[in-house]
C-alpha cells in the first residue's frame, strides 16, 4: 500500500471510530498520524519495549522484532495485521495473508478467545479486514 491509501484509512477511521481506539498494526506512520488514535507499534520502531526486548523473527531491517503476548497484554481494540487489508467487498478469514511478525500474536492460543475476524466498512464499497477484541464495541456493528 502507498503512504497515500494508509493516509486515506487513516482519515476513515478518524470518522468511524470511537476516540481513544487503541490499534495495534506494523504500519504506524500514517495510520497512526490520520487518526490521531493511540497507536500500539507491533515491530517496535516506536516502541521501546519490543525494540529492545523483542522476539527476533525476520532478518528485514525494522521488522525484525516483535512480541506477541506483549502486544495482546496491551489489550489493542484493534489488530490490524497483514500490512493492512482494504479490499473492494467482503473478503473472508481464510484469506487475511498473515506476515511472520504477526504469527507471534496469532498463534498465541489467548488471541483467538480476545479477538474475532470483522471487516469494517469504510466507504465507496471498500473494506478493512482485521481483528477485534470481543468486548470492543464498533460503531458499525449492527445488534444482535
Keep these: 500500500m502507498t503512504v497515500e491509501a494508509f493516509a486515506n ?6 470518522e468511524i471510530l470511537p476516540p481513544n481506539t487503541v490499534i495495534a498494526c506494523g ?3 500514517a495510520i497512526g498520524y490520520f487518526t490521531d488514535l493511540p497507536i500500539l507499534d507491533i ?3 516506536t516502541d521501546q519495549h519490543i525494540a529492545r526486548e ?4 525476520s532478518h528485514q531491517p525494522g521488522h525484525m522484532k516483535t512480541d506477541g503476548m506483549y ?5 489493542p481494540s484493534l489488530l490490524l495485521l497483514g500490512n ?3 479490499h ?3 473478503m473472508p478469514e481464510s484469506k487475511l495473508r498473515i506476515k511472520i511478525q504477526e504469527k507471534e500474536i496469532t498463534d498465541i492460543p489467548e488471541f483467538k478467545k480476545m479477538y474475532s475476524y470483522t ?7 471498500f473494506y478493512l479486514s482485521c481483528y477485534k477484541r470481543r468486548d470492543f464495541f464498533l460503531p458499525t456493528d449492527s445488534p444482535k
Excluded at 484509512?9 to 478518524?14: A, D, K, N, Y
Design 27 to 29: 504500519s504506524t506512520g
Design 43 to 45: 515491530l517496535g520502531l
Design 88 to 90: 473492494k467487498g467482503r
Design 119 to 125: 471487516e469494517i466498512p469504510i466507504g465507496y464499497g
Design 9 to 14: 484509512l487513516g482519515q476513515s477511521l478518524r
Design 84 to 86: 493492512i487489508q482494504i
Design 71 to 75: 502486544i495482546l497484554n496491551r489489550k
Design 54 to 57: 523483542g522476539k527476533v523473527v
